[in-house]
């Protein structure tokens, strides 16, 4: 037999060294990740290698027995075991049903409305979200409900905060490498709830060497006594440069493959064609799921609710197989995400009813690159949208080595929180499924929901104190400091006028906070360095009927070469930065430019790209919580910061600072600061729609054109160190909101548009696109020729120049002699403000806006209008 582990083994160079059977165990993988290249792909675990269910559930299950016996009768039946989401929930779950009576909880990322949060922590290198802790019974990981029969006592309360519980903690996760997740998490939990002792359980213990000698000295440093319990050993050996060899290896198979043409929802190869025909429809099998058990353990399950499920689940079986064809030989149970325990034990009870033969996987959040060759873990790869409305908004979800392994049918079990439109939609799992299988059913278990009382009771604190970042997989023996969690985006219509799959915004909302201020007074205590900017709002441009219309006449003109624009910037993303970047749009005025993009991305290829806004502010950098959120719940290597124009490169510049100072401050690399823009004017970046200076429609409005949000607020007084910057959202203003007609007009142009956007990208692919920082240096000019001697009060270009017309005291407008529409609303504003236009030859921008350089109210008259020229 082919290892499924040589492919990557030959091209990396990477070793895997062990016990005779860990190859038997794991294959090898690779995905795009900045700390690790390379995936351990287990053949055990039912994650994304299909296996006999009865192989699966027996290894967590022998596992538990072995713990048991480490334990003894005693020390078992005072055992909580707690698993890690996703991948160790049904592991865990098992190795609990091996203890025999020790009541068991899994971490969830899916928050649970009315259910109390008891706590949770970061995982900073997962590709999902943060993990939560909601157990029904609060004091069961303090220890006083270990052996309990049911969920609800209070216990004597002797094991509370600063007494030690002679429960014994048992942490289950798959693979045990550094082991930086789980000490961390037994740090946290230990200094509130102290205990004698905890064991460890995984699958394989991969530490290297040097790691090895880490668990004597944590236990000693806690003053407990900490097992290891694992089924395998071994380590991989890893030469220099591994993970840039990986990272561009990967670059290279999805370059080769896109190349080779789309092949629908499946990545490789499959080696059975997909059915003929038009698939079947799924169909629905009742399981009768018995009355008050939970689905899994993301709120606890006892004892009492294993007795329960044992004897349901040969009728439940029974009712699978009736549904399934007479010539299914080849059935595969497939669970959801979290979901692996009840898939699991139903799979293993069809094993044991029906003689198909039956395996088990389950989707999964982590995307894997796939490869047709044996000797890789990861062969085909479906491809569906999230179906379960997760809190931090739509995304790709995946489904391994289902396409192409032959299953005449399969069960898929998803918990009835994700029995939802998104899973029956045309591009949802059962419909990537129909084609490579001839039959799909669909098994619904009720998701599980605590009563309300036990609901509303207070958290444990002990949960609370896991709320820490959990370390990377890269080898270190610091302790890190803990981090609390940040909230999620804020999402229309609560926050915005775009629509929440839109936009996320990674801001806090400041709507009821007064913040703005007349623009003179702004200008006269900036220019003082009395205010930053960022620290005050200008008061919104309500805009004249005239004005109004000449937007509404500059849209129907230029919404074809925007959309242009668009499809190019995107198409250059999508070849360059990988099929499914993360948008991430500088708020306000690169948010519109990244919901055109995930239009386009939509309209042409079918993607729903996730899309987010971040503030950054001039002189202060970009919001490092945000980039935080952002490395937690993706791969920073597949960001990609999206901006309206280029001025003269300033942001352009700040991002960059930026960036090198978050990753050497916070210790997460892979962020790449390059910034994807409409137009680029200035010569500043590489990833551009286009270099032409020309009137974007929604660079004539502030916030009625950018979802009614403001810009970006930093203040120390409003925005703490473990906030997000701030804005304001103003509803008042929904009556001129055009933020939604703009979208609409522009995607209206993406069909005629797209032959020239294929056009300009083969062009621009293979060009010379290198920065020239050309605007830079017109800018510095003009700042000398005009006597400024400041580059921050010189605003080049279209966009730019409106601004300051909008927010800023004026001084002049220089435009470029013979420009035509594009500048209309220029004039117009210029008249509205008494501000002189001098037309100049050899201008680089189509016109620069220039803010008056020695600015007070006394020198230029309190409303602005009265302005010397020096």
């Given at each position: 037999m082919v290892w499924s582990?040589?492919?990557?083994?030959?091209?990396?160079?990477?070793?895997?060294?062990?016990d005779g059977e860990l190859r038997e165990l794991l294959g090898l993988a690779l995905r795009r990740n900045p700390k690790r290249a390379h995936l351990l792909v287990s053949h055990v675990l039912g994650k994304h290698v299909p296996q006999y269910p009865s192989v699966v559930y027996g290894a967590g299950f022998e596992l538990g027995r072995r713990v048991r016996e480490l334990l003894g009768e005693d020390g078992s039946r005072r055992a909580v075991v707690l698993g890690y989401a996703e991948t160790a929930t049904g592991l865990g779950h098992a190795v609990a049903d091996g203890l025999g009576t020790a009541p068991y909880l899994h971490s969830t990322r899916r928050p649970v409305e009315g259910v109390a949060r008891a706590g949770g922590f970061e995982e900073s290198h997962s590709h999902a979200?943060?993990?939560?802790?909601?157990?029904?019974?609060?004091?069961?990981?303090?220890?006083?409900?270990?052996?309990?029969?049911?969920?609800?006592?209070?216990?004597?309360?002797?094991?509370?905060?600063?007494?030690?519980?002679?429960?014994?903690?048992?942490?289950?996760?798959?693979?045990?490498?550094?082991?930086?997740?789980?000490?961390?998490?037994?740090?946290?939990?230990?200094?509130?709830?102290?205990?004698?002792?905890?064991?460890?359980?995984?699958?394989?213990?991969?530490?290297?060497?040097?790691?090895?000698?880490?668990?004597?000295?944590f236990a000693a440093e806690i003053g407990a006594r900490v097992d290891l319990v694992a089924r395998n050993t071994g380590t991989v050996r890893l030469p220099d440069g591994v993970l840039e060899k990986g990272q561009a290896l990967v670059t290279a198979e999805e370059a080769a493959q896109k190349a080779a043409g789309p092949s629908g929802p499946v990545t490789g190869t499959a080696a059975r064609p997909p059915t003929s025909g038009a698939p079947r429809p799924a169909t629905r099998v009742d399981l009768r799921w018995p009355a008050g058990v939970p689905d899994g353990g993301r709120h606890g399950f006892t004892p009492a609710h294993r007795a329960q499920l044992e004897p349901a689940l040969?009728?439940?079986?029974?009712?699978?197989?009736?549904?399934?064809?007479?010539?299914?030989?080849?059935?595969?149970?497939?669970?959801?995400?979290?979901?692996m325990y009840a898939p699991l034990r139903l799979g293993a009870a069809l094993e044991d009813r029906t003689a198909a033969e039956v395996r088990y996987s389950t989707t999964t959040r982590s995307p894997v690159l796939a490869v047709d060759d044996p000797g890789y873990a990861i062969r085909t790869r479906l491809v569906f949208p999230a179906h379960d409305d997760p809190s931090d908004g739509p995304g790709d979800r995946y489904a391994y080595n289902v396409a192409g392994a032959g299953f005449d049918a399969v069960v898929a079990v998803v918990d009835s929180t994700a029995d939802t439109p998104a899973l029956h939609a045309a591009d949802g799992l059962l419909a990537q499924l129909a084609p490579h299988t001839a039959q799909v059913l669909?098994?619904?278990?009720?998701?599980?929901?605590?009563s309300a009382a036990a609901a509303t009771a207070p958290a444990a604190a002990v949960a609370a104190a896991a709320q820490t970042a959990a370390t990377s997989d890269a080898p270190s023996s610091d302790r890190q400091e803990e981090t609390p969690m940040l909230p999620e985006p804020l999402r229309g219509p609560a926050f915005s006028s775009y629509a929440p799959d839109e936009v996320g915004w990674l801001l806090q909302d400041l709507s009821d906070t007064e913040l703005e201020a007349p623009t003179e007074e702004r200008e006269e205590a900036i220019q003082s360095g009395g205010a930053h900017y960022a620290e005050s709002l200008p008061v919104e441009y309500q805009p004249s009927d005239q004005y109004q219309d000449l937007f509404k006449a500059a849209l129907d003109l230029s919404a074809a070469r925007i959309a242009r624009a668009v499809g190019t910037v995107t198409e250059t993303v999508l070849a360059e930065r990988g099929p499914r970047p993360v948008l991430v749009s500088l708020a306000r005025a690169g948010t519109p430019v990244g919901v055109l993009m995930r239009r386009w991305a939509?309209?042409?290829?079918?993607?729903?790209?996730?899309?987010?806004?971040?503030?950054?502010?001039?002189?202060r950098g970009i919001d490092a919580n945000a980039l935080?959120?952002?490395?937690a719940h993706h791969n920073p290597a597949d960001v990609v910061f999206v901006d309206g124009w280029t001025g003269k490169g300033a942001i352009t510049r700040e991002l960059a600072a930026a960036i090198a100072e978050f990753e050497d401050s916070d210790g997460t690399e892979g962020f790449n600061p390059e910034i994807a823009v409409l137009a680029d004017p200035g010569g500043c970046v590489r990833t551009y729609g286009t270099r032409e200076d020309f009137l974007i429609p929604s660079a004539c409005l502030n916030s009625t054109v950018s979802g009614l949000i403001s810009r970006t607020v930093l203040r120390s007084d409003l925005v703490g160190p473990d906030d997000f910057h701030g804005a304001k959202f103003y509803r008042e203003l929904a009556g001129s909101d055009v933020s939604g007609h703009f979208l609409d007009t522009v995607a209206d142009r993406f069909g005629e548009v797209a032959d020239a956007v294929d056009a300009d990208v083969k062009e621009l692919l293979t060009a010379d696109r290198a920065p020239t920082w050309e605007g830079w240096a017109a800018v510095e000019r003009i700042s000398e020729e005009y006597g400024i001697h400041d580059v921050n009060l010189v605003k080049p270009g279209v966009g730019e120049t409106t601004r300051v017309l909008l927010r800023r005291v004026p001084w002049k407008i220089l435009a470029k002699r013979g420009a035509g529409a594009d500048l209309e609303h220029i004039r117009l504003l210029a008249g509205q403000r008494g501000v002189p236009v001098e037309e100049v030859d050899e201008l680089p921008y189509t016109c620069v806006g220039l803010i008056h350089p020695k600015y007070t109210r006394g020198a230029t008259g309190a409303d602005g209008r009265a302005v010397e020229s020096k």
């Open positions: 582990g040589s492919w990557v083994a030959e091209r990396l160079g990477v070793e895997l060294v062990g979200t943060s993990h939560l802790l909601l157990p029904e019974d609060p004091d069961l990981l303090a220890g006083d409900a270990a052996g309990s029969t049911g969920f609800g006592s209070t216990g004597s309360g002797e094991a509370g905060e600063g007494a030690s519980s002679d429960a014994v903690l048992v942490l289950v996760d798959d693979e045990f490498s550094t082991g930086n997740t789980v000490l961390n998490t037994i740090r946290a939990l230990h200094e509130r709830y102290p205990r004698s002792r905890y064991v460890i359980v995984a699958l394989v213990d991969m530490r290297s060497p040097a790691d090895r000698g880490r668990l004597a000295e040969p009728a439940m079986a029974d009712r699978i197989a009736a549904a399934l064809d007479d010539g299914a030989r080849r059935v595969l149970v497939l669970g959801f995400e979290e979901l669909l098994a619904v278990v009720p998701s599980y929901i605590p939509q309209h042409r290829h079918g993607l729903d790209l996730p899309h987010y806004a971040v503030s950054i502010v001039r002189g935080r959120w952002l490395a």
